[in-house]
């Protein structure tokens, strides 16, 4: 097991960091500006695209791309350090053809679409022509559990007809969302496991009708995280994902490592936050001492660096496995860092906030953005509560294979 970067992964890290100390932070107030005034896509942003695209740091996640595609094959374990990067600016992976949704379901149709449809949606989805959403959460079930998903997916001839409400829907308010990836139920009376399918759905569909873009934490996200309601949405049966019945194994392939790519760029994130509660600490000064002179800073300084560094450690352990063994036989460690992660994310980002003081509150630094994604991460692809029981049922059956060899452990006395 050894994280230390190759000599190509080291090269991508310099020419990432440089690409983002060139391109993208000089740009972030320009972002944050044309977004509060209702420009979005921003106006720099194909532009950004193309020169990431000509400069060969484009599509970084894909470990299994075929020759002739737009992309360099990472892998996970390669492409952790470069999403740890992209991470320190909340919409710099989109310049790289690296954000979510898009990856997951770049992934998705990497392993599971026909040839028609790899032509009509990974081609473009690949050069970054268009956007996409993953539709699977809904807001009248508890979708963590994906067997409980409700909406209807029904044969009709050489047609599928699909009715239901969904919700969170991320990327779907983005202009250039061309395809929705649909979840729902083909056969209601099947195996639990077996009942679901997906399906690709075009935007602008009749039938599909976006409600609202739900902020969060009051906060609106302009590529969206959206209501949608699909009524009688009619598309030929030749657009279902896979095959009738595979929907659930499609999500868990789909799942593993889009969450381990969440925790990368979240380290980013957390590191960006420390940098920031140090440069804080070391020039402002509270009762006559810089504020890393008092105990508490200096303790909060402490703490994050431990835990940034140890939850580093686990990723990339985690990233190591998927490539080594798969999600399925990885899922106890991914759903460990998708446990873990976005705590140390909203601490380090609350420390931060609180050695600014009200200027951490403000757009003037961008922690409070980083803080509020943090808190919305602990839903994201399943909610901690899920990730910790998921984890537990693994380590009693673990632990009941193993019943009874700890005894000579014990010190119990012998009884009469």
Known sequence: MNFANSPKVEDLLRRVRGFMDEHIVPRQRQ????????QYPVSFMEDLKATAKAEGLWNLFLPHLEDGKPGTRLTNLEYAPLAELMGRVSWAS??????????GNMELLHMFATPAQRKAW????????IRSAFAMTEPDVSSSDATNITTSIRRDGDDYVINGRKWFITNAAHPNCKLFIVMGKTDPDAESHRQQSMILVP?????VSIVRNITVMNH?????HCEIVF????????????????GFALAQARLGPGRIHHCMRSIGAAELALELMVERAVQRKAFGKFLHQHGTVGEWIAKSRIEIDQ??????KAAWL???????????EISMIKALVPQVYSTVCDRAMQVFGAMGLSPDTPLADHWTWARALRYADGPDEVHLQAIARMEIAHGEQRLGATAAYLNIPPRN
Do not use: M
């Open 31 to 38: 972002w944050l500006e044309e977004v509060h005034a209702g």
């Open 94 to 103: 989109e310049v790289f053809n690296c954000s979510a949704p898009d990856t």
């Open 122 to 129: 990974l081609e473009p989805l690949l050069h970054g022509q």
């Open 203 to 207: 935007a602008g569909t009749t039938g």
């Open 220 to 224: 609106v996200s302009p590529e969206g």
């Open 231 to 246: 009524a009688n949405v009619r598309v030929p049966a030749s657009n279902l994902l896979g095959e009738e019945g595979g």
């Open 311 to 316: 939850a580093r450690l686990f990723v990339l």
């Open 322 to 332: 998927l490539d080594e063994v798969g999600a399925k036989a990885a899922r106890k």
